[in-house]
């Protein structure tokens, strides 16, 4: 069994960190979040929720105090900026009697990535999890509203993994021996085309779900409509068209790193089921 330890999380109110904060509480730690806005944070009870802010590092400092793990995220400020901040970050982790960092790779290079690999005299781990189960979230309104997903390159594949493995994998990293200078490419169990992903959501609300394909033209269309600025759209379709390798190979680091095996797609669909069933229309045969 560990030892109690105080582990400092950043970006708490994110995708990510709510489920590192959820995995340290039920591993019975000390868990500090660190948010812009305390107030709007909701937060389960038993989080220590301080303010603070990482483009402004010395705010941290009280945040620090007696902190044996920081996970880092590597965008902050209102407009999730890169941060820059990451040397002086380091400087008062290293100070306060910080042992271990954990940062979350942001999708390429980062000043403050590049900073936490350079540091010495922590144990880090960088996390690299592929596609987020949670994004399948943003189909939500039009599976609600017309019972339908309308996507471009429907037979693309991907290795996507649960928010919750991302956030074991953090937790162990962060008070446990054995993940210093380790770079952990996190994906779920299963290969899944988008079609699999609205199979497994239809049979999870228990209705079916229409699966529209979009060509690529029409995709840029909607996406410019939706405000996406032309390099987020030009992210999307190389992702999308052209999907990396190590987004569509599984890899069994959350089975190795926590002991459990990584959490299927049919068992994320089920906990947010009721996000995809509101008022859903039937669809006719």
Known sequence: MTQTQRILVTGATGTVGRQVVAELLARGDA?????????RAALPDGVEVVQGDLAEPDSLIPALEGVTG???ITFGGAYFAPL??????????????????TVLHGGGPSPLEDAVRADDDVDWTVLMPVE?????????????TSG??????VSRLSAMVHEGDIGAVA?????????GGQEYVITGPELLTVGDKVATIAAARDREIALVELSEEH???RWREAGHPEDVIGFLIQAYKNTPEV????????????????????????????AFTATAPAIKA
Do not use: S
């Open 84 to 101: 820059e901040t990451g040397p002086r970050i380091l400087e008062l982790a290293r100070a306060a009697g910080v042992r271990r960092v």
């Open 31 to 39: 868990v500090r979040a660190l948010t812009r806005d305390p107030a």
């Open 219 to 221: 995709a840029i269309v």
């Open 132 to 144: 987020f189960m949670a994004n399948c979230l943003e189909w939500a309104d039009g599976i609600v």
């Open 148 to 153: 339908e997903v309308r996507e471009p390159f």
């Open 171 to 179: 937790a162990v990293a962060l008070t446990e021996e054995g993940h």
């Open 247 to 274: 987004g569509r190979t599984v890899v069994d680091t959350v089975e190795k790193v926590t002991g459990y095996p990584a959490r299927t797609f049919a068992q994320w669909a089920a906990e947010h089921a009721d």
């Open 70 to 72: 920081l996970h880092l």
